[in-house]
């Protein structure tokens, strides 16, 4: 057992855009459905840890409004359109407290039931995990894991085992998972509060046309990402959740079996 730590979810959701790059959803879904299956997976794999669930809403019809009610949350309403609302979250970021963790994510990522318990044990694992006790002949040793700041991108995108976009990374095993060093993450990711105030800037810089690739580029590098960055980032393989579209759909998980079993909760639910 490791140290209790406290996860901050600050959870972006609008039912009035199906997808900004059009990309169409998978299993025939719409946004609307989507959203409250993706929450529900969230909430549900957060069961047994601390946390606490902010709900920034933009444009959000009456339906998706009693929907999240009906949910120990923080609800904040408005008409922010995609920068803003990003911005909107870093505001709120820096009101956490520095040691507190905070998971930015979007309306569109289902979790598998574990995805949080994986973490909060590779979280607990970090130290030993990132420990060298010596140097061998190889660069990927002399990434010093400790000194870099850490980031979580709890999917695995199924293009990075396309032959044009495959490169060297650190892999890392954990008690129950395996862990691959990345260099590039959308909107969505895991960090420590005084990380996103330390890069705030540069987070609040990307926001302008939502620019992923520009903080991605910045804090893990491209070529040789890790050795001259601040910061590194790990997925987990096989990935824990999925971002619900159909051309980066996390491989080797049932996705529509969790599908099914989420969609009938939610219909369950009395709101």
């Known amino acids: 057992m490791g140290p209790k730590r406290k996860y901050n979810?600050?959870?972006?959701?609008?039912?009035?855009?199906?997808?900004?790059?059009?990309?169409?959803r998978p299993f025939n879904l719409e946004k609307g459905q989507l959203i409250k299956l993706c929450f529900l997976s969230l909430v549900e794999s957060l069961k047994d840890l601390d946390f606490k669930i902010i709900v920034l809403g933009d444009k959000l019809s009456e339906d998706m409004i009693a929907f999240f009610n009906s949910f120990e949350i923080e609800l904040h309403l408005g008409n922010f359109g995609n920068d803003a609302s990003i911005r909107e979250t870093l505001k709120i970021?820096?009101?956490?407290?520095?040691?507190?963790?905070?998971?930015?994510?979007?309306?569109?990522?289902?979790?598998?039931?574990?995805?949080?318990?994986?973490i909060d044990h590779f979280l607990n694992e970090r130290d030993s995990l990132f420990n060298q006790k010596k140097k061998l002949n190889n660069l990927s040793t002399l990434v010093n894991l400790k000194d870099k700041d850490l980031f979580?991108?709890?999917?695995?995108?199924?293009?990075?085992?396309?032959?044009?976009?495959?490169?060297?990374?650190?892999?890392?095993?954990?008690?129950?998972?395996?862990?691959?060093?990345?260099?590039?993450?959308?909107?969505?990711?895991?960090?420590?509060?005084?990380?996103?105030?330390?890069?705030?800037?540069?987070?609040?810089?990307?926001?302008?046309?939502?620019?992923?690739?520009?903080?991605?580029?910045?804090?893990?590098?491209?070529?040789?990402?890790?050795?001259?960055?601040?910061?590194?980032?790990?997925?987990p393989v096989p990935g824990l959740s999925t971002h619900m579209h159909r051309d980066t759909m996390t491989p080797l998980v049932n996705w529509e079996k969790l599908v099914l079993e989420y969609s009938a909760k939610v219909e369950a639910l009395d709101y």
């Open 93 to 118: 970021a820096s009101t956490i407290p520095d040691d507190e963790w905070i998971y930015f994510c979007e309306d569109d990522y289902l979790h598998a039931p574990n995805a949080f318990r994986i």
């Open 152 to 235: 979580i991108f709890p999917p695995d995108y199924s293009d990075r085992y396309d032959p044009e976009y495959r490169q060297h990374s650190l892999i890392l095993l954990s008690s129950d998972c395996h862990w691959r060093q990345v260099n590039s993450v959308t909107f969505t990711f895991l960090t420590k509060s005084s990380t996103i105030k330390k890069h705030f800037s540069l987070f609040k810089k990307s926001s302008v046309k939502a620019r992923d690739r520009l903080f991605s580029r910045k804090l893990f590098g491209r070529i040789g990402f890790g050795f001259w960055t601040s910061s590194v980032c790990f997925s």
């Open 9 to 24: 979810v600050i959870f972006r959701a609008c039912d009035i855009v199906n997808a900004v790059n059009k990309n169409p």
